[in-house]
């Protein structure tokens, strides 16, 4: 994870360094170490360079940790109804009459970006409640959907827009 973090600062022709260079020369370092440091003493405080380029590694590691851990903390996490509308979505063969990028049957419209054709979020709950209600003569079936599925199916249309 520290190491990932890394790599998001490094970027076009710097990412070579970063991704064979230093772990290479990182990995060549620990291999040699022994033939490197020759020093004979046990006791840390007689040892400065490889105590003081080990506490930096790990300063280093524990940064990187620290700062990777806050990005994951902000990372907008999925919504749970929008989730249950997917599957209500298969569960109930929406896709017999309609496409979701590419996927689906062309009975009814394509739903890929229906989030920004209606975004209201009534429209969809009368909608789906009785389609004939707001599209006349819809032969979309009216489904035995509780309100909480109703409401679940109409969060996953909403999410379906074009990227901004
Ligand atoms: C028998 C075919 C059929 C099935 C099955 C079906 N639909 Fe439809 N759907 C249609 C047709 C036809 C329309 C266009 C008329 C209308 O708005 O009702 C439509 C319209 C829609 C719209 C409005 C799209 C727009 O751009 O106006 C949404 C949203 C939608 N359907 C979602 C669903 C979902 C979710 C399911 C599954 C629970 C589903 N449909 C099942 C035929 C179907």
Redesign the pocket.
Known sequence: MFYYQLLKYVHGPLEPLATWVLPALFFLGLLFWPFLDRNPARQPAARPVALASGTAFLLLVFVLLGVSLRDLQSVPRADPAVAR?KT??A????????RIHGGG?A?????SY?GD??PERK??LR??RD??S??P?????K?P?TDQQISD??G??LT?RRPT
């Not at 009975?107 to 739903?111: S, Y």
Request: some cysteine.
């Open positions: 509308g209500l979505y569960q109930f063969g929406c896709a017999g009459c309609h049957g009975v009814g419209p394509d739903l229906v054709r209606r429209w969809h909608h789906f389609p004939q707001v599209s003569g819809s032969i979309m079936p489904f959907l199916l109409t996953y249309m379906l």
